[in-house]
């Protein structure tokens, strides 16, 4: 019964920033990790940034530098600072959770578009 609910998406131009949210809820057993996946059409969802329960980030080589993911264990909540953003960063922005028993949550998604 988790359940991950994004916000902060929405259009941009070129070069501004956003930051997105995502807020679980229910019972998530062990230490989870947590991170935003992305998907642009036509193309195959991608790993944008991950963060474990104990705070070691990975970052996909294309948005090293601009993105910054953060998250707050107590509220199990992750959050994604976008800056210097890019009409290639124009995808729909899915948060994830996976729990310390492997189990996978995905939320809805949110649109992000850059405009050039």
């Known amino acids: 019964q988790v359940q991950l609910v994004e916000s902060g998406g929405g259009l941009v131009e070129a070069g501004g920033s956003l930051r997105l949210s995502c807020a679980a809820s229910?019972?998530?057993?062990?230490?989870?990790?947590m991170g935003w996946y992305r998907q642009a059409p036509g193309k195959q969802r991608e790993v944008v940034a991950v963060?474990?329960?104990?705070?070691?980030?990975n970052y996909a080589d294309s948005v090293k530098g601009r993105f910054t993911i953060s998250r707050d264990n107590a509220k199990n909540t992750v959050y994604l600072q976008m800056n210097r953003l890019k009409p290639e960063d124009t995808a729909d922005y899915y948060c994830?959770?996976?729990?310390?028993?492997?189990?996978?949550?995905w939320g809805k998604g949110t649109l992000v578009t850059v405009s050039s």
């Open positions: 994830n959770l996976v729990s310390g028993y492997g189990m996978a949550y």
């Open positions: 229910g019972t998530i057993f062990g230490d989870s990790a």
């Open positions: 963060i474990t329960s104990g705070g070691s980030t």
